[in-house]
């Protein structure tokens, strides 16, 4: 069954957050990953949050999407990413 990682953005220093997804994509690609949809909060209709932007990955599979998130390749990156922004991801597997 597919899985998505939905990435919530809040960024830091926009040219280093350029940087990040650039390097992101390849090893996104490698483990069969797709960017599905990117997008920059506008407004909370229900509840209450901060402002973020948003990133959804479509991975195979949950596997493919752990492989990836751990992999060297991925992990190597990290410290770019954690001065680019402050991340959060999470992990759903695809119903139906």
């Given amino acids: 069954m597919p899985a998505l990682v939905i990435a919530e ?12 997804s650039a390097a992101a994509a390849s090893t996104i690609a490698a483990f069969g990953g797709e960017f599905v949809h990117r997008g920059k909060f506008v407004e909370a209709l229900s509840g209450s949050t901060t402002g973020h932007g948003l990133g959804i990955i479509r991975f195979p599979d949950l596997q493919a999407a752990k492989d990836w998130f751990m992999s060297p390749e991925y992990q190597a990156i990290v410290p770019l990413r954690e001065e680019a922004a402050d991340m959060s ?3 759903y597997e695809v119903a139906g």
């Fill in 89 to 91: 991801f999470r992990l």
């Fill in 9 to 20: 953005v809040r960024p830091r220093a926009a040219e280093k957050l350029g940087e990040y």
